[in-house]
């Protein structure tokens, strides 16, 4: 499947929130994240001769974005020990509360600390796939996403609760 340039651009638009949603899963800073958007559209245009129309596009997006966000912060290998407060984001459709962003705000805090395949799980599982569908994303058996998610969902509850913060 052959796509020009305004259809590319016409499909990164209207599936934008999902490079937005990844650069802030594994990165605090709003340079880093900007940095990582940009790198991630580099690849998905890169890449877009991958891209064969089996799958829906947000679909392979999602596999082009955590793959290139896992490479991204390895390589960069950044880990701030200073916490900076995300900018205030207000999603489309969704009433805005002090509260939730605050929620947010502890979510995204504590997901920096886990490490980038536990960051690609709870990603995938905050935006519903299903266990076969992560686990063909990022290579791994079914039995082993399982496995790995719940442990992954404990650890984020653990550090959660060492912060003092609850929802």
Known sequence: MELTEQEFLSKITVHKGIIHKVSRI??????????????????LWKSLKSFNGKSQFSSWMYRVALNTAIV????????SDNYQMPEHVQLAHEEYSDE???????????????????????????????GEEIAKNLGMSP?????????????????????????
């Open 143 to 167: 039995g082993n996403v399982r496995v790995k998610l719940n442990r992954t969902k404990k650890k984020l509850q653990e550090i959660i609760k060492t912060q003092n913060h609850g929802f």
């Open 72 to 79: 991204f912060f390895k390589k960069e290998k950044r880990k």
């Open 26 to 43: 594994y990165f605090e800073d709003p340079s880093d994240r900007e940095d990582l958007v940009q790198e991630i559209i580099l690849q």
């Open 100 to 130: 939730k962003e605050q929620q947010l705000a502890v979510f995204y805090k504590a997901v920096q600390q886990l490490n980038k395949i536990e960051k690609a799980l709870i990603f995938q599982f905050i935006e519903g796939f299903s």
